[in-house]
C-alpha cells in the first residue's frame, strides 16, 4: 500500500452483539469487515455472521479462540486447544480454515505465534486504533495513520453505555471520514 494512500480497515472482535439493524447497515453501505470472532460468544447464532460475511461487502470471518482467555498464561498445548479448536469450529461452519488470528486482549508469546502457524493461521492481526462509544482511542498520536487496522467489538447498549452497535459504528464512520480516509478490506492489503 503506498504510504500516504489514506485507507484504514475495519476489524470487530468477539462476537456477543447480533444487532439486525447493523446487518443492514454493513450491507447498505458495503462495509468491509473483518471479523474475529470468539467461539463462546459468537456461536449462539454464526448465521447473523455468516450473513455479514454473505452481504456483498467481501467481510470475512476470522479466529478469535474458543474462549478468549489470555493466552500468555497459558502452555503450548493448552494455545493450540484454543486456536486450532475455532479453527476446527469455523472451518465446520463455514466450509474453511481462516487465515487470520487475532490473540485476545492483543497478548501473545513464541508459543502462541508456533501454535497458531500450526493450526494453519498465516498472520497474526493486531490493531493501533480502537472504536470507544463516541471516539478513538489511538496507541500513539491523535490522529488516523494510513494503513491503520482499526479495533471495534461486536457489543449491545449494556456495553455502550446505552448505544447501539450501529450508533457507535456510525459515529466511527463518521471520525474516519472527517480525517478524510476511507475503508478498505484488510485481506487485500495483508
Known sequence: ????????????????????EFL??????????????????????YGHFEKLRDNGSASTINNHTLTHPNLRTLSFEAQKKEICG???????RFGHRPPLFRPPFGNYNDDTLRAASECGVSSLVLWRVSMQINNFQYAE???LKPGDIILAHFRGPSELKGSTETQMTTRMLQRIQEQGYRIGRLEDYL
Open 24 to 45: 443492514k447497515m454493513a450491507a447498505d453501505l458495503k462495509l468491509p469487515i473483518s471479523m474475529f470472532l470468539t467461539d463462546n460468544v459468537a456461536s449462539a447464532d
Open 1 to 20: 500500500m503506498p504510504a500516504d494512500e489514506k485507507i484504514v480497515f475495519l476489524t470487530f472482535d468477539d462476537g456477543a452483539e447480533k444487532d439486525p
Open 141 to 143: 498520536g491523535s490522529a
Open 86 to 92: 475455532q479453527q476446527d469450529r469455523l472451518e465446520r
